[in-house]
């Protein structure tokens, strides 16, 4: 693989930062992943705002050019001859002698990788997942795509010991969503989920999800909802933009929707790859 570090293309074992940068010794910076599916990069547009959003919420200066971020994109797609899978890309703080407050010198490091996955014919898609309930202890701004990911990693590694494949978390007796996922349930035809706000990340498969149900006529409702009003809903799925839109059949052993995916997520999911192809 080749990956990129601060303006540099080079082969992955020589990509190397400094042990003194600030993602490493305090999580300080923020991240995005982008599908790319015959080449072409998904959703590019969303995930350079929120990234531009992201960094203006915590006054880190841009590594880069908007121009030349996408085409540090399409560059790593070319040199790693990238026909399905993800982009990630990763901007800190730069390095400097360890401080909590911001270095007046440091430059901003960015990084970026690509990892091969099967997107459209995702083996989960099929029969659909499982997710538990697990407390939300993250952090109050996650709106922001910060990389201090501790709470998702230990949630995700919880659901996967429960043999489940995402967690989704609970904050005053409503979820908010998945450990890297936005989550969905469906009733009476109807998709209900969260509002965005400062208790959520504002997903880029979510805001593409909305444009195309408004298209194809089907109705979202943005509101709160409980654990026990998914057991009982007659669809749920997550999004994200590795797994676009991904069927639910089973919620803390609960099975949802008869335990197979229905009618509304399988559509939501064609009208997305169709999209995507
Ligand atoms: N995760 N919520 C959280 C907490 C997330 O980490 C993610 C994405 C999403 C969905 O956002 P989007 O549709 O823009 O991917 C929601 C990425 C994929 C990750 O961390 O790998």
Known sequence: RVVYVNGSYVPENEGKVSIFDRGFLFADGIYEVTAVINGKLVDYEPHAERLERSLNEISMAWPCSKAELRQMHEE???RNKLDEGIIYIQVTRGSADRDFKFPKEAKSTLIGFTQVQKLLENPNAPAGVKVVTIPDIRWARRDIKSVMLLAPVLGKQRAYEEGAF??????DGKVTEGTSSNAYIVKDGKVITRPLSNSILAGCTRRSLFRMAKEEGVVIEERLFTPEEAYAADEAFLTSAS????????IDGKRVGGGQPGPVVRKLREIYLDEAR
Not at 166 to 171: F, L, T, Y
Not at 243 to 250: A, D, G, H, R, S
């Open 76 to 78: 790593l797609i070319k």
């Open 166 to 171: 995402e967690g989704w978390m609970v904050e």
């Open 243 to 250: 797994n676009f839109v991904l069927p639910i059949v089973e």
